[in-house]
């Protein structure tokens, strides 16, 4: 959607409309100049997603700051876009919409409506608010709040079919970088950058937990394999993009992780299922049952080839020790490594806040109130951000969440079947790293690390912004090229 300032030319734009299960409706495109501000805006997102996971994931204080002021700055360059073309771009992705509720939650957690409860370790004031540690609550609103930011300047601002790969590039080969990086100081150091010794930590690459890279290695591996199997790829640079994806695949599978290892293998396994059922028009247009059955092996074929291969790339590099680990585990007395306690006490939390839950950000709070054992023990995170969410923001919280995911594979299915073969790969990819993921988030919480949690919102623009991003396949190459080289003003964006 867009809402204009004052110009009533710039604001005649095109609505579209559509059905559930009919085809993505045709998007009229409104031009308007390509600001300097909208330029900048788009780079700094660019180096958001690089700079966020090089700042050890961004959760210290001082990257937390630097990465909220940078969402203040985009907000006054947004206000610059919109004053120069008197037209301010907003969408109507609804993805939006259940940011905002958790956001509207956790401002409900802080008014005086419980019992009086002693603040937390900060404050020795005695408060009534619904949330049990109100000082975190406000501190996961206002990152919240950032992210939040990040997402809606994402979907505005990449406009374009240009706009659009370069930031797909720009994921893909930082995902490539990083796992160099990664894998590099896994066989050198156990310090940071070779530089920082982290005490009570399990480092890999810059990230402080090796889960976590392994979560974020998820998301950007699934770009390019997802293109892979749409086919969206041009034969010449398949065999990069293959090398790419298993460099970041034998780092993901390196740091021993096995919620990394599981969520890997169903991410491949998704998009084999996936491009084996689809029913984009390329696939209804091929005439032969042969063919079709030919298109169907090739894709499995892939998947099963790529597991392969991670598995002997990761031997090869003398990996048997992350393979090892999730054998050992599973044969131990306990697989979930301490996880089912975690679990069993955070069931308890949510029966007692099971409305709203117990606030925001104050999981490590309640958790010992609730600890069957000595209470002693504070745990950060509940190791499954699905708990997690119905621990810290309760029943609303999680049908929020709950509309985020179901919204998120509908619009992104949709964009698939997109005529323009490269934004559907993307969104194909885009699905496929979100889906990897969620799964990972069933045994931990990469998704509460801020440079895990921007790139997961990224992708998720990626598989839901709408036609603007599309290259119109009847234009002549000459008039494509003008069309990349300034952004596109849609209509509002469907909801299907």
Not at 58 to 82: C, K, P
């Amino acid at each position: 959607m867009t809402t204009s300032l004052s110009s009533p030319a710039l604001n005649t734009l095109a609505d579209t409309t559509s059905t559930p299960g009919a085809k993505p409706a045709e998007v009229v495109e409104s031009r308007v100049p390509q600001t300097t501000p909208s330029r900048f805006i788009f780079l700094t997102l660019c180096i958001a997603i690089v700079m966020t996971a090089l700042a050890f994931g961004t959760n210290h204080f001082w990257s937390l700051a630097v990465f909220s002021f940078v969402a203040l700055l985009l907000v006054i360059l947004w206000i610059a876009d919109a004053w120069k073309l008197r037209l301010l771009r907003i969408s109507r992705n609804p993805l939006q919409l259940s940011l905002l509720g958790i956001l509207i939650v956790g401002v409900v957690q802080l008014l005086p409506f419980g019992s009086p409860v002693t603040a937390g370790v900060l404050s020795q004031n005695s408060v009534n608010s619904l949330s049990v540690d109100p000082y975190a609550t406000r501190l996961a609103i206002a990152q919240l709040a950032t992210l939040l930011i990040y997402f809606a300047a994402t979907l505005v601002f990449t406009d374009s079919p240009g706009r659009l790969r370069l930031l797909v590039r720009t994921i893909t080969i930082f995902g490539f970088i990083l796992a160099i990086i990664g894998l590099t100081q896994s066989f050198t150091t156990t310090k940071a950058f070779w530089l920082r010794e982290l005490s009570q930590a399990a480092p890999f690459g810059p990230f402080i937990n090796k889960h976590h890279f392994a979560g974020y290695m998820e998301m950007t591996l699934g770009l390019p394999l997802g293109m892979l199997f749409a086919g969206s790829i041009d034969k010449e640079q398949r065999f990069a993009y293959l090398f790419a994806v298993g460099l970041m695949g034998v780092a993901l599978i390196m740091t021993t992780s096995r919620g990394g290892l599981i969520s890997v293998v169903a991410e491949i396994l998704f998009l084999g299922i996936v491009t084996g059922l689809s029913s984009k028009r390329k696939t209804r247009e091929v005439q032969h049952k042969q063919q079709r059955l030919r298109s169907a092996a090739v894709r499995t074929a892939l998947a099963f080839t790529l597991i392969i291969g991670l598995l002997v790339g990761v031997l090869s590099l003398g990996g048997e020790l992350a393979l090892s680990r999730f054998v050992g585990t599973v044969n131990s007395e306990d697989p979930t490594t301490g996880r089912a306690h975690f679990w069993n006490v955070t069931l308890d939390i949510i029966k007692a806040h099971p409305v709203v839950g117990a606030g925001m950000g104050a999981f490590p709070t309640v958790y010992t109130r609730y600890d069957s054992r000595s209470g002693m023990f504070r745990l950060e995170q509940v190791h499954n951000d699905y708990l997690q969410i119905l621990s810290d923001s309760g029943i609303v919280g999680a049908a929020l969440g709950l509309f985020f995911i179901v919204m998120l594979f509908r619009m992104g299915f949709a964009r698939r079947e997109s005529r323009d073969e490269y934004r559907g790969g993307v969104a194909l990819g885009a699905l496929a790293g979100c889906f990897a993921v969620l799964v990972h988030s069933f045994f931990d919480f990469t998704l509460h690390t801020t440079a895990n949690a921007l790139l997961f919102l990224v992708m998720a623009a990626l598989a839901t912004m709408n036609g603007r991003v599309e290259r119109s396949s009847g234009r002549r190459r000459r008039r494509r090229r003008h069309h990349e080289s300034g952004p596109v003003i849609v209509g509002p964006e469907r909801l299907y």
